[in-house]
């Protein structure tokens, strides 16, 4: 058979049927949900690249990719669902053709999504950020004419897609997008990294009402101030929402619990069971005292319940090793709150190098400023950790050094000059190295969460550091199921065989199996039994053919019980 008829047949079998996968006695069945040989709807070009996915308990999972750009024109580009109970098509919510929802009286379109889109747990509801032309055209007090309206957060409760947030919040009508508690309308300047949404029970038995929720962070300017806060909106089946006003959860003018001093920074939030989750600090280059708030969706600045905080006791480490960091992306499921934390005063010095591949002006502009690379400090003492809210209570799930070597990934992202706002990696914000690490957990795995029982889910890496740089080391996906204390499981790693999750990892040259050279996982990517991740294979560039690279998003079953 010649590599083209054995690329047909693999691909045939990649999207339409499932894979199997086995790490450490873990059987884990991967369906393909798009790939690389999947074309982007409405368009002639293949995707060949993905964020992290998130998906439902029901098998819906939204997704945001892109094709390749070159001599067809501008990538295509934008969010995506796939039902993987039905097995249905690729269905766009929006991308770079799509008319943004009113209000728009410019017939403007998107031009990129520039974060990864969520999905509420329990409903079919996604929620993305989207960065577009201007929306509206209106007059100034001196008559002239502006236009307004470059970003926003769009999500569809109802069906089809409408704004829910929006930075027109200083335009005359639409002071319902505007930040809360200013003196006049006064607008959000970017709503950084990616929002959420839940559902809000208002009310008992019949009289009880679902409202649809976003929930997200807003950065504005008061006067030459910068703030920010973290905010919901109840949505209404009508345009834009309805006229309900955005409602501020907390922000740099709320006083840290337990505490005299006022929120610094806040965090991009996560939001189910009518509740949200964020990180709140007091300084978010230094922190000294802050941590992981819980908030009731209901009123203005409702009480905020305490999770855990800067200089709490690590579970499992000697008395007075308490955590100095931890990190701001944290999932939830309505019960566990899965974090990254750091304690203690040791550090290893790593040499951070700009990347090769990605956005070239941003890449020249990394390497103009970071021409040797970038020294940064790690805390040598890491860990993933789960806190079960009825419990009152933190568990250890992974830590360093010892189980693993580093939680935490860095990338050089942000807005630099000659990039637009619809560029991808886009926080709004100026470009520079920012770290990440990845957990999401699940305690409904046994369809339960009235018991104590989760399943946790994290990025980490394996591999010692020489001169700076980490030598030959070893990224996976990994899971642990908890309280007690059992053996990690590997979902996947660098270097396994990339058939076991995708039969198209083949080069069509050489027919050889294309190893696994990156994965990813984001808060929203395991609800319920189901785990959605995205794997890379082969090859990204330099390779003698393109199809020597491999990607695509994945979708399993996790079994109740770990090992069998």
């Not at 579970?315 to 939830?332: D, H, M, R």
């Not at 080069?507 to 609800?527: C, Q, S, W």
Request: charged share 15%; proline share 7%; hydrophobic share 35%.
């Amino acid at each position: 058979m010649n590599s083209n008829r054995m690329r047909t047949l693999l691909l045939i079998l990649g999207v339409l049927s499932m894979s199997l996968g086995t790490a450490f006695g873990v059987q884990f069945n991967w369906q393909v949900v798009v790939n690389n040989g999947v074309t982007v709807p409405g368009d002639s070009r293949n995707f060949n690249s993905y964020n992290q996915p998130s998906v439902n308990r029901a098998g819906l999972v939204v997704i945001r990719a892109r094709s390749k750009g070159g001599s067809t024109g501008e990538p295509a580009h934008g969010i995506f669902t796939r039902d993987m109970v039905s097995k249905g098509p690729l269905v766009t919510i929006f991308n770079r053709t799509s008319l943004v929802p009113y209000p728009d009286d410019l017939d403007a379109t998107f031009t990129e999504p520039p974060s990864f889109p969520r999905i509420d747990m329990d409903s079919n509801t996604i929620v993305s950020r989207g960065n577009h032309q201007p929306v509206w055209e209106y007059a100034l007090a001196d008559g002239t004419e502006s236009r307004a309206g470059t970003t926003g957060i769009y999500t569809n409760p109802f069906g089809s897609l409408l704004t829910g947030a929006s930075n027109l919040g200083a335009v005359t009508g639409f002071e319902r997008f505007g930040v809360p508690g200013m003196g006049s309308p006064t607008k959000f300047d970017v709503f950084p990294g990616a929002p959420s949404v839940t559902i809000v029970k208002v009310g008992s038995g019949k009289s009880m009402t679902n409202f649809k929720t976003i929930v997200f962070k807003g950065n504005y300017t008061d006067g030459t101030q910068s703030r920010t806060g973290v905010y919901y909106r109840q949505l209404a089946d009508e345009p834009a929402g309805g006229t309900g006003n955005v409602v501020v959860i907390a922000d740099n003018s709320t006083q840290i619990p337990g505490t005299t001093v006022k929120f610094g920074s806040t965090a991009p939030p996560s939001a189910a069971a009518g509740q949200a989750v964020f990180v709140g600090l007091d300084n978010e280059n230094n922190p000294t005292t802050g941590g992981i708030y819980k908030a009731k969706l209901a009123g203005s600045y409702p009480d905020l319940a305490r999770l855990v905080k800067i200089g709490d006791q690590v579970p499992g480490e000697p008395s007075g090793a308490t955590f100095k960091l931890i990190g701001e992306g944290v999932s939830f499921d309505g019960r566990f709150v899965a974090f990254w934390g750091a304690w203690g005063s040791e550090t290893k010095s790593l040499t951070l190098i700009c990347p090769t591949s990605g956005n070239k002006v941003r890449i020249a502009d990394c390497v103009a400023k970071y021409p040797n690379g970038f020294p940064v400090t790690v805390p040598l003492h890491q860990g993933i950790f789960v806190y079960d809210i009825n419990k009152g209570k933190t568990w250890a799930v992974a830590k360093t050094p010892g189980d693993f070597d580093d939680f935490m990934y860095w990338n050089y992202s942000g807005m630099v000059p000659g990039i637009g706002e619809g560029e991808p990696d886009d926080t709004g914000e100026p470009a520079k190295w920012r770290s990440a690490t990845f957990v999401a957990v699940s305690g409904l795995v046994d369809g339960s969460l009235t018991d104590a029982n989760f399943h946790i889910a994290f990025k980490a890496r394996k591999g010692s550091v020489t001169n700076a740089t980490y030598v030959n080391p070893i990224d996976g996906l990994y899971m642990r199921s908890g309280p007690d204390d059992v053996p990690f499981t590997t979902v996947v790693e660098t270097g396994m065989d990339g058939t076991l999750i995708d039969p198209g990892a083949v080069d069509p040259d050489t027919l050889e199996h294309l190893p696994v050279t990156a994965m990813g996982i984001e808060r929203d990517g395991f609800r319920g039994n189901l785990l959605a991740i995205a794997v890379s294979m082969g090859a990204e560039e330099g390779s003698t053919t393109e199809a020597a690279g491999w990607a695509g998003i994945y979708l399993t079953k996790v079994p109740t019980v770990l090992g069998q």
